[in-house]
Every structure is written in C-alpha cells, then in structure tokens.
C-alpha cells in the first residue's frame, strides 16, 4: 500500500480560526488577521477540537493518492460520502498480471499463502483467456479496423473482468473535508474496523499528522476522547489502543 | 438479478405539488390542499419535470431491495452518494458456493463460458480451503470454546473472501429520494453505462413506473430530454433508445 | 407556530430492521421477513440506536409542514444540509400585513412590547409605501399591460422585502431522514440552542414520538444519552432537561 | 459587497488532470505525471468540461470571504447545500447601527429611497430601545456580576435582533468545491436570479477567474452552453447575456 498526500489547503489552521472568529465577532476578517498571532490559532483550533464545533473544519481538505489497496477496501472506502474520488476504472483499463493484496494473516500461514497465490494465478490466466476467447468471436470471418478492435477488446474487458479477485490492487485519489476527514479516521483507526482499510486510514492520519500536527492531535479512534463508543462489542483493548495513537505510530 | 420496490412514499405526487405550491402562493397548506385536485398535481408535476424545478422532488423517496446483482456492480452503484445503503456484509457471512453473476457476451460464448464457470468453481474452494487453513492454525493445541470459534471463523472468512471473485453475488436495500433517482436513471439506464448496473436501472425505472407512471414519464438517458450528452462519445442509436423509453420496455 | 407531519415511511421501524438484518445474515429479504416479529424489530431498533449503527436509520424519512416561524429561525433550519425544503418566497408572494413571531421576552416585558409592535407596523408600512414608490415609477406616463404590471409588481415586492423583519413569519416544508432528523434533535433541543429553533425542534419531536415512539424514545439533547457535549458551556441544567425530555414533554 | 478569494486549491487544474487520467490508464500517479506537460493538462479540463464529466473537478476547492451582503442574500445562499459556511452571528454580536444593503432600484428613487432609510434608522433605534428594555427589566433591583451582566446582554441581542430588516449586512465564509461552484455560477448569474445574489455570483466569478482563466472558461449561466434552460420563462436576452459573459464582464 502506498499513501502519498497529493494536495492539501495550505494555511488551514489559519483558516479554521478565522471562520470560528467571524461568527462570533463584530470585526470584519481584515480586523480578525490583525490578531491572529500563531499562539492564537492554536488555542482556537483546539478549543473548537475539544468542543466538538465541527463546522470551521470543512473549510479545509487534503487530497490522497493511494496505490494498492484491493477493491475489498475502495469498495468500503467510498461508502464514505461527503468525500470525492477518482479511481481506476477495470472497464477501461486491460490488468494483465494484476498486482494483488495478500491478507497478512494468509501471508504467514504456508498453506493458505499457496492456496491463495494459486487462486490469484488461475484468476490471472481465466482473464486473459476469456478476453481472447471474446475477441476471436468477435472478429471471426471478419476485417476489423483498429478502431473497431479496440472497441471489442474494452467489450471484452469489461467483461472478463467479472473474474478478478477482491484482491485485485487499485488506485484512487480521495479528498475529503477536515471534518469529513476525522470522521473517517474516528470510524476506520478503530480496532474493530477491517484491517485493510484501518491500515489504509492510519497512513493517512500519518500524513496529515507530519504537515498539521495540532490540528490531527487527538484524531483516531473514539476511545482516544472517551469510553469506547462501541459498547458491548468493544475490544476490549483501549489501554494499547490510546497508547498507539498518543505515543506515535512509528514503532 | 431480482428487483423489489420496497417502499416509497406514499402520495407523493401531491407531496410535490404541494411543495411548489407553497413556495409561490400567499396560502398556507390547508388552502392548498382544498384547491389541488388530482388535474392540477398532474399539471405541476409535469410543469416541474419540464422546467427542471427538482427542489420539491426531493421530499419523495424510493427504496429499493437488489438481490443477484455482482459486487463489480454494487461498487459502481454505492458510489451515487445522495443515497442510503444497506449491504450484505462479505466479513461477517460465510458464503460456501455463493451465487453469482455471469455476463451475457460470456454465457453466449462457450469456450468463454467453460472458463468462467471453472474460474468460478476454484474461487468457491480456494475460499473453503483457505477458511479451513485458518482456522485450523488458530485451533491448533488449543481448546477453544463456541464463542472463541466464532471470533476465529469470522477473522477466517474476512480474509478469505479476498478471492472472491468480482461476479459474486451480493444483496442491498438502496434508498433515493425522487431527485437523485432521477438522476441515477439518467447517468446509469444510457447504453454507455456498463450492461449491469444499466439492467439494474431499467428494472428499478419500471418498477417506480408502475405505482408513478406520470412522474417517471420522461425518466431515462439525457438523450430522451434533448441532443445525446454524451457528445462525441454518444452510441449513435437515439433513435433506437428513444423508442425503447418512450414506447415501453417489455418487449 | 405550526407544526404538522405531513408524510412519512409507513412501517419504517420494520425496514430499519429489514437493512440492519441484510447486513449480518444470510438469508434474503423473504426469508428474513418471516423471521421478523414486532419484538424481534423493537430489539433490533434498540440495539442499532444504542450503538449508534446508525446507516440503517437514513431509509425512513419524515415531511413536515411548518407554518409560523420567523426568517430567523428559517435561516437557521435551512443550515442543516442533509435535508429537503421547499419555503415560501418573498421574492413571489407580495406580503401586505405580514404576519410575525414575537419573542416571549418581548412579549412579557411591556416596554419592549410597545416597542416591537411598532417597529413592526412601520415595517409593513415602509413595505407597502416602497411598493408604491416602485409602482409608480414604473407606470409614469406609460401604458402597461396587466402582464407588465405584474411583472412590474413582481420587481418591485422583490425589492421591497429588504425591509421585512427577521419576526416576520414564513411557511416551510421540509424532510429529513431519520439519521439526519435525530441530529436535528440532538443540536436544537439542546437549551443552548436558539429558543425558537428548540420550540421548533420540540414540536416536531412531539410529532413524530406519536407515530414511533420507540424510534424516538431517546432523541433529544445529547446529555440524555451521556455527558453534556458542550463541556464547560454547558447550560448546567442537566437534571431538568433529562426530566423534560424523559418524564414526557406535554407539562 | 466586498468579495475576496481567500484560499484555493494550488495547481487545482493539474490535480484534475491527474483525477481524470487515472481514471482510464493503467500507469499511477508517478507516471502520470512524468507526461503531464501543461498543454495536456489543458486539454483534459477542456475536454471533461465540455463532456460534463465533472467528479475530477470535485478535487479542487475555493474559499470566499464575503462582507456586505444582506441577510436577504445569506438566507438564499446558504441554501446551496454542497458547500460549507460560517457566517457572523447576530445572536451573539452586538449590531448597533448595523451596516445594509439598499437595491438599486430604491436607491435611485428618490421616495423610495427616502422611505428605506427612514426604515433601517428606526430599526436601529428599535433594536437598541430592546436591548436596554430587556437589560433593565434583567437588572431591577439586582446587583449582577459581569459575567451576569454579560449574559443577559446576550440574551436580550438575540431577541432584539427580530427587529433586524432583511438588508442587514452580514459577512459569511465560503467553501466551495469545484463541481458545486460551477453549479452555483449555474443557477445564480442567470438574469433571473435575484440581483443581489446574482452580483455576488459574478464578483466570485471574476476572482476565481483571475486564478484559474482556462477552468472558468465557460461558467456563468446554462445559456452560455445551450438553449435557456427556463424553457418559456427565459429573459429573452440571450445575446447580451452571452456577450457579457464572454466577452469579459469588466465593462
């Protein structure tokens, strides 16, 4: 999996204290500027953080490339909706040998590893064959123009594709609004989410962290700003779980 | 793929009219209500659909329940975000020989058609296999109880399923109010949509047809409405999807 | 104030159920609707609101129609976002002798009472002078049409308008789904909110604990459900609001 | 009416062009980028804006600082629901001789002008007649702390500004991303907007296009790509429209 962020809103603390001031003062924003020292901002971005007042947030947003996260994940990824995508499409775009996402824990276990990487093989194969298959109909008895191969060949394609594994690799470019963007790390850093996309959501969260610290300072799952939200289904492991997330992720 | 119009509202035609009546009238709704014969819901209605006034459309909403349709297509359907969804979970159901969708162009060609099923059949127990290679690592030189087994075949299964093919079969409940619909029905029932979601479409546009005839009149690809939106890339067959929309879908 | 549900999902609280089953099961709707006992959704509604598993709850939705509330309050509801309106325009519907919302303060204190009142006939007569004015000046020494008049009549209310009051009423209708709808009762009941969008929040949760009581059994201001969200802005009243909210709202 | 780009997405039209051609390429982002010369990247935004393939341009945002406009105008503007504000409080600020916004057309009648002016000062002396009414009635024969004090002067602003005229100014922060922003340029520059926020459209339009000439390109009205979308309640002036907005609306 790689996480790179692409694009994010420069001066967005600023911002955020900004908007919070002008709905609670007579200034106009020149006025605001004037005393917004840094200090300043960060006692406002926290305040607002602690409070729960959300809606300055979303004047900010941070656009993500990620490469090799298995459709399993994209599919759960844009369930997510106050956000926006761009993502690979298999219509349009011929995978031979696919890349793929092995679960880890199929990764450690030696028979599962060789069943799986042997499914992934056949997959592989039953693609590039029913496309073959698709095209010789196609062009049987017939003089097709380039034009009209590719046609049948991106037919053919988006057909075959029917075969591909959950475990196919894509690409996606995400970009989601502050508060959009802590609602997703709150939901999906959680323990009880899938590992792949709670993977996926803690290099994001690193990401973020390294270019606005304070803002993502206590961004994670809820247990990190009190009890477990998810009740009886806890698990049970809010100790390691505040400590991963308070005391840096690196180790 | 079976298609259930599940619920919806209930008078909601009148619901429309009322809405629009109520933006451009001194009256409240007690004096809207006693003029607003069945004649003039009509007229408003379609008065709004030709206009493109969609605001009121939105107080009117359909859900839907979708069974048979493949995970390729109900990623491409949850990325319509003014919309609610309900999905079969592939982390928490255990699907041994789970359905699944086989496309048309794949099922008329018989080589096709051999290697997809075979495709099939191997994801079928390669996923057994690999359930059954988890659990038996996590169950090794220990007595486990019910509860513990359970939490071992879920985390089996999560994995698992990460060679489950994009054809696997999957069930959604999808909710829409009238304005998304429209435009779902828009973007998806063109013959540039990919043939299953625009099944999916079609079958979901003749079952509002049926308790809506007047509202889901003009419902269908742009080109129904004016030139193909599609510009360069239009299919060329107007004429062909016109008669098709207009003149009724059952043949 | 007016407040009537004018629409809503009928057997919403089986549908939730019905999505929230589809998830975890197996089994199909059919099969799932045989099993599901008015009991068996009252727990299911109940567990889902206690986790606050919340997506199942966006497939119902609720129309209200409401009458009586200040452009202040308007300008308020119309911020939440996840939601439908359909509002009386000022802009088409000329308002001789509007009516308008005194707040109860203003109300009991006579001075300020005297006060008001009077801003606000001058208010209706500044409205009907600036109609003249306009009126007039668009007539000099021409020959309208009826249909020019309008349409100057129109420009000219438009205009006007500028002087109304925010007291002054407007009639509004608007859905939301349930999701949505009980973050709407969560922000305004609150006793920090605003007093006329809490006696509109209040009056529409009236409304819809007729037809769902248990859906609603524990909307309201989020220290029903936990600690005070406002922290140290909290109104302090915690007791009494639990009381008002739980004990039943009609005293 | 003072409108300022207060933020924006930097190289917002490459990201749009990465977006897209990572919809339909097998290659990431890397080298994707590595043949992305600026005249490619104007091509694509050319091209996906005249197919209307508009989820790219979702990547990209603005942010507006608006000072001056009426509340008449916020009301209608925060109904835009794909978009985030925050906007002066008058519940919690002080608004003694407020600023407003006076029409056009009163301002050049000299009676109606006459009447408006009359209007706002004795809403201002309402407003102030309120607050120290209610604050007295608060202090009778009480002996307040400041903070005492403090509250109640909150209490008695956010009655006393039911008095406020519609023409109240108000300053509001705006972020919109690219997508919706178009669509708001859609709807609001038509003549049939109402000129306040039809002005306010414009000024936006010409900040952003000073940033971003190639993407804003074609924006303003849907006459400027077609027929007058309002069917039989077009303003008939589709040749001057046109020619104002493409031929620069400096003059």
């Not at 007042?53 to 909706?81: D, K, T």
């Not at 969260?205 to 809820?222: I, R, S, T």
Request: with cysteine; proline share 4%; hydrophobic share 35%.
């Amino acid at each position: 999996m790689k996480v790179e962020l692409l694009n994010y809103t420069k001066d967005g603390d600023k911002l955020i204290a900004q908007a919070a001031k002008l709905c609670y003062s007579e200034a106009g924003l020149k006025e605001i500027n004037e005393n917004l020292s840094p200090e300043e901002v960060d006692r406002f971005v926290h305040m607002l953080t602690s409070l729960g007042h959300m809606s300055p947030m979303e004047h900010i947003s941070f656009s993500f490339y990620v490469e090799g996260i298995s459709r399993a994940c994209s599919h759960q990824l844009v369930r997510h909706r106050l956000a926006s995508y761009s993502q690979q499409s298999q219509r349009y775009v011929r995978l031979d040998d696919f890349d793929y996402v092995i679960p880890p824990a199929i990764e450690k276990n030696p028979r599962a590893r060789e069943v799986f990487i042997e499914a992934i093989k056949r997959d592989q194969e039953a693609y590039e064959d029913l496309v073959q298959a698709l095209m010789e109909e196609g062009m049987k008895d017939k003089n097709l123009t380039d034009k009209e191969k590719n046609a049948l060949e991106k037919r053919a394609i988006e057909d075959a594709r029917y075969v591909f594994p959950n475990a196919c690799a894509t690409k996606v470019m995400v970009t989601m609004n502050l508060r959009s963007l802590l609602h997703f790390f709150e939901m999906r850093t959680c323990l009880r989410a899938q590992w792949e996309i709670r993977n996926l959501a803690i290099e994001m969260l690193k990401e973020v962290k390294k270019v606005y610290p304070l803002l993502f300072q206590e961004a994670g799952p809820g247990c990190l700003r009190g009890p477990c939200p998810e009740g009886k289904m806890t698990c049970g492991k809010i100790k390691e779980v505040r400590a991963y997330f308070q005391g840096g992720q690196d180790d």
